[in-house]
């Protein structure tokens, strides 16, 4: 099965593809994203239907901030030791930026699925992200949505004023974590340029003026920035925090763990929009050629329609699967049954009515989490 995954591809895409390995070989996978938490049944399938081509996978994680400059010095001192990184748009772009991703396509597009053939709509423009150096693997329309404690929130916030209103008139009861490092985050400043009407949402440097200001006024009463998501969902689940910006599955999941109450609610803009997020699988240059011609029919093993329904995981990128005609009943029964209690029935009609748009590139995101890092991250309740 591997071996005729590997073959049947014509002209300079089978020249450039390297042999798969007479022994089975061992992988570094690297996640910086939280992907494993989807996909981890998916890589482990694949270990047992190959065993001829992988003896085991080591898996770490590390914050997606530090991993772009490991591996370039990794790679200038020819020292590589990882072999796939699992990424949110965040390290993807820097690593773009820097330089130290394989491309993919067109290079080994005969060894991959074919994007435009298997990625649903909005998933396919995700790709696009990419810009050929890598595969998404799974697919969100995320938000921003606001959730709250509605024992602490007595007023339902459906505007961005109603929210900067409350968190002024509750100090320190507002948070959410440093952007680099947190998909609800990004999703919320990519997200204020549309629902504040700024001049130009895709750019920035000149066409955020609302927005910089914004959460400049909103850094007033944030007592901290915590460096990822997982510690915001800890205080708003404590009660020490009463309200932050989510994601459909930063919503589901933590409700689902227990981490947060199952009583906390969601509320959507009167305006309401959708900034996308994705995830992908990224190879990163110099990696070994047998080593590359495993991973390369790993990635495509893990967008086959039964690998992808297992991303509906426990709801924590919900949806999840980034291909076409994968519906919830392809999932696990456990899955099943933590969207059908922990779900809200109002995401779906919202992902397919609300007006969508993709992420800002690679170059104008590095820009904006930069800049949020000198301007807004240093401003906070004193």
Not at 113 to 140: K, R
Not at 353 to 366: E, F, G, K, Q, S
Request: charged share 20%; net charge neutral; with cysteine.
């Amino acid at each position: 099965m591997a071996a005729a995954g590997l073959s049947g591809f014509a002209g300079s895409a089978r020249a450039a593809m390297p042999s798969l390995p007479s022994s089975p070989v061992r992988l570094s996978v690297v996640d910086v994203a939280g992907t494993l938490a989807l996909t981890r049944p998916a890589f482990d399938a694949y270990v047992k239907q190959h065993p001829q081509l992988v003896s085991h996978i080591e898996y770490s994680k590390a914050p997606a901030p530090e991993l772009p400059g490991k591996l370039k010095a990794e790679q200038a001192a020819h020292r590589l030791d990882i072999d796939l990184v699992l990424t949110g748009i965040d390290a993807l772009s820097a690593g773009l930026k820097q330089d130290i991703w394989l491309p993919l396509f067109p290079q080994y597009a005969g060894a991959l699925p074919n994007p435009s053939e298997i990625y649903q709509p909005h998933a396919l423009q995700m790709q696009s992200f990419a810009q050929g150096h890598a595969l998404e693997v799974v697919f969100c329309p995320a938000g921003p949505l606001i959730e709250y404690n509605p024992e602490l929130v007595k007023k339902v916030p459906t505007t961005t004023a109603d929210v900067l209103a409350w968190a002024k008139a509750n100090p320190k009861k507002f948070i959410y974590a440093r952007p680099e490092n947190s998909g609800p985050a990004r999703i919320f400043m990519m997200g204020l340029p549309y629902l504040l009407g700024d001049t130009n949402p895709r750019d920035p440097r000149k066409g955020w003026d609302k927005t910089w200001a914004y959460l400049a006024e909103l850094g007033k009463t944030v007592e901290y920035y915590p460096s990822g998501t997982g510690a915001v969902m800890q205080e708003l689940g404590s009660g020490l925090r009463a309200m932050t910006p989510t994601q459909t599955g930063w919503d589901i999941n933590p409700r689902a763990l227990g981490v947060v109450p199952a009583s906390v609610e969601v509320a959507k803009f009167d305006n309401q929009i959708i900034v996308c997020d994705a995830q992908y699988m990224a190879v990163p240059k110099d990696i070994k050629p047998e080593k590359l011609a495993v991973v390369l029919d790993l990635m495509k093993f893990m967008l086959q329609p039964a690998q992808q329904a297992v991303t509906y995981d426990e709801g924590y990128f919900y949806p999840g699967p980034a291909v076409k005609n994968v519906p919830l009943s392809m999932a696990p029964k456990s899955s099943q049954e933590v969207i059908a209690k922990f779900g809200r029935p109002w995401y779906d009609q919202m992902i397919a009515t609300a007006p969508t748009y993709m992420p800002l590139n690679a170059d104008d995101l590095v820009y904006a989490l930069g800049r949020w890092d000198q301007q807004i991250g240093v401003i906070t309740a004193s």
